[in-house]
């Protein structure tokens, strides 16, 4: 009984320390800009972003897309029917 408990305890230790290590090696894919600039008026309601840019979608139903840069690469409208 003794030699089974052991076992399970070294067991789960060297499972959380390979998580531990393996989270701690783990780099983000793609950081949050630190600066959105967007034009007066301009309300956000949500944010998505992929490695390569990010968007902004508006109160005024509009997408907005940037590079990482911060230029703007689209905009695209929303038309949402009743």
Request: charge should be negative; hydrophobic fraction near 45%; charged fraction near 15%.
């Amino acid at each position: 009984m003794t030699v089974l408990t052991l076992t399970m305890i070294a067991g789960i230790t060297i499972l959380v320390t390979l998580v531990f290590i393996r989270f701690q090696d783990a780099t983000p894919k793609a950081a949050f800009p630190s600066q959105i600039s967007l034009s007066d008026g301009t309300t956000p309601v949500a944010f998505t972003q992929t490695k390569d840019w990010y968007a902004i979608i508006t109160e005024e139903n509009n997408i907005l897309i940037y590079d990482r840069t911060g230029a703007l690469i689209q905009s695209i409208p929303i038309k949402i029917q009743n």
